[in-house]
């Protein structure tokens, strides 16, 4: 990839599990979207370090045309909370380094 390429990916988050939005080590992504399906799931939101998690918000619908700046370093993390699998969970943006 290269930058100003589009980052994007759906995928499925089981119940009590989770997903990263992490880019690989020397890249850095710019997040604007994160597609959650409306009021079907219970999702956090969280910045991390791997070691560290800082909850940005709990979800119930889709965030656009936000600013999330992730690193190798400090990316996102998406914890389905609910007792059901949470189906077409994604993001896109683009690649800034």
């Known amino acids: 990839m290269a930058v100003g390429d589009v980052v994007a990916n759906i995928v499925s988050v089981a119940a009590g599990g989770s997903i990263v939005i992490q880019p690989a080590a020397g890249v850095e992504w710019l997040i604007t979207n994160i597609y959650i399906p409306d009021g079907n799931t219970s999702l956090e939101l969280y910045k991390t370090d791997g070691t560290?998690?800082?909850?940005?918000?709990?979800?119930?619908?889709?965030?656009?045309?936000?600013?999330?700046?992730?690193?190798?370093?400090?990316?996102?993390?998406?914890?389905?909370?609910?007792?059901?699998?949470?189906?077409?969970?994604?993001?896109?943006?683009?690649?800034?380094?």
Do not use: E, M, P
């Open 52 to 97: 560290t998690d800082i909850k940005i918000l709990s979800l119930n619908g889709s965030l656009l045309n936000y600013n999330f700046y992730l690193t190798n370093t400090y990316y996102l993390k998406i914890v389905n909370t609910d007792t059901a699998n949470a189906y077409s969970v994604g993001y896109d943006g683009v690649q800034t380094r």
